[in-house]
């Protein structure tokens, strides 16, 4: 698989007018709107349960809560195929999750681990359920209004920042909470802030499609799955595949239990929310705001050598951290490092996704393509738990650092380093037409 079009170099000018267009602010707002509840479910749920003496072990099957991030592809067609109101296809379901996950997210704190176990696993999977819907339909939205390859890695790039932005919030403001408040009240100012993307579905338009909405279920089902096969041979789109699943491997095998691990070291639920919260967040958009200018610059593909490289580099600094303790400066550079190569590697691979999308199957690709790249996450999370209590928090980042290689070696077949790229080209082998409207 190839970058089309030639190998002009985009001018700063080009990139800086994509950068202020309209639909970039929309894809901001879709970011955050997206990446708040991960981080709750992700971050600020574990570390409760944590410190409500709740084991590794069980911590790590837990997070199997996010299974619904890996299988929604199995209800993208029922998204594809049916509004829910006169808000159209993809705005009245943006509008339902937004109502359903503030109400599972404020409910959290009501409940403890040590009575209702079974509850707040419940509550969870809910919350995972409809984000993960949320999830297919921005997903949509966002790749229905950005035409081409220049415009996917910025606004891919704006949305996955604004995602990072959100986990400040349960990340860095829920753990500063956490020492000072009640659970009950921290979750319900988690949910107060989720009830900012209640006005997108309210604010931007409708897009307009490539191709008119599946005339049945069916039609909504078989046909991105035979449009993604006939448009490559069948080996070459399993190798498409698999990278998806495999780039981001060892990066988040290593992340998946980080405030665990940081809370192991010795270290303050107030220094976590400020330090590694916060330079992970600034770290992380720091990363991904070089990324977009890199990928606009050089493309998809030679970004993803560049970065998977950087990726593996900035794991074995959790190795350092790891051997020296409860040390702030180093837990600062460590996370530094780690989470500008984070950036990096997520706006390539957000881009190279969106890519391997077709307008004309937009909602049902992308949630097949977003699954498979979070498996590994969701697997990590699931396992590591185990792993660890098995050889300790030092080996497994070795065992994290070599995790990273499959993905890597199969950029030789599916990211080619000297393929052409152009700034302007269309992607996906679209025309142009549906031009999204926000």
């Known amino acids: 698989m190839t970058d089309r079009g030639d190998s002009a170099t985009p001018a700063t000018g080009s990139i800086l007018r994509l950068l202020m267009h309209r639909r970039m602010m929309i894809c901001l707002a ?22 409500e ?4 072990t069980a911590i790590g099957f837990f997070t199997a809560v996010q299974y619904p991030y890996v299988i929604k592809f199995l209800w993208a067609p029922l998204v594809e195929r049916y509004p829910l109101s006169a ?6 379901w943006m509008l339902l999750t937004q109502v359903g996950l503030i109400f599972c997210i404020g409910s959290l704190g009501f409940w403890r681990p040590q009575d209702a176990m079974s509850t707040i696993v419940l509550i969870s999977v809910g919350l995972a359920l409809f984000s993960a819907t949320q999830d297919i339909v921005l997903d949509a939205y966002r790749r229905e209004i950005l035409q081409t390859d220049g415009e996917l890695a910025m606004g891919n790039t704006l949305h996955v920042q604004a995602y990072r932005v959100a986990g400040l919030v349960p990340g860095t ?39 008119p909405p599946p005339q049945s279920l069916w039609q909504a089902t078989v046909i991105p799955f035979q449009e993604f096969f006939q448009r490559r041979a069948l080996g070459p789109a399993l190798a498409v595949l698999a990278f998806m699943v495999l780039y981001k491997l060892g990066d988040n095998m290593a992340t998946a239990l980080v405030t665990p691990f940081y809370l192991d070291m010795g270290f303050s639920t107030e220094t976590i929310g400020v330090v590694a919260k916060g330079v992970s967040l600034w770290a992380v958009i720091i990363g991904g705001v070089i990324g977009a200018f890199v990928v606009a610059r050089i493309g ?26 409860a040390d702030v400066w180093v837990l600062g550079v460590v996370i530094a490092g780690e989470y500008i190569g984070v950036g990096l590697g997520t706006t390539a691979s957000v881009a190279f996704i969106a890519r391997e999308t077709s307008r004309l199957a937009v909602a049902t690709q992308f949630a097949m393509f977003t699954a498979l790249a979070s498996l590994p996450r969701v697997v990590a999370a699931s ?26 070696l199969l950029l030789f077949w599916v990211a080619p380093f000297y393929a052409p790229y152009n700034l302007q080209q269309d992607s996906a082998g679209n025309n142009g037409e549906g031009q999204g409207q926000g």
């Open 30 to 51: 879709t970011g955050f709107a997206s990446g708040l509840p991960l981080y709750v479910v992700l971050q600020l749920v574990p570390a409760w349960l944590r410190l």
């Open 53 to 56: 003496g709740v084991s590794l």
């Open 87 to 92: 808000l159209g296809r993809r705005r009245s």
């Open 173 to 211: 403001l829920g753990m500063i909470l956490a020492g000072s408040i009640g659970w009950d009240l921290n979750f319900m100012i988690m949910a107060a802030f989720m009830s900012v993307g209640l006005a997108l579905p309210l604010l931007v338009g409708e897009p307009k499609s490539a191709a």
């Open 300 to 325: 998809i593909n030679r970004s993803l050598w560049t970065f998977g490289v950087v990726q593996m580099i900035t794991i074995l600094g959790f190795v350092w951290l790891s051997q020296a303790g």
């Open 383 to 408: 396992f590591s738990g185990l792993i660890v209590d098995s050889i300790g928090w030092t080996e497994f980042f070795y065992f994290s650092t070599l995790l990273a290689i499959p993905g890597m």
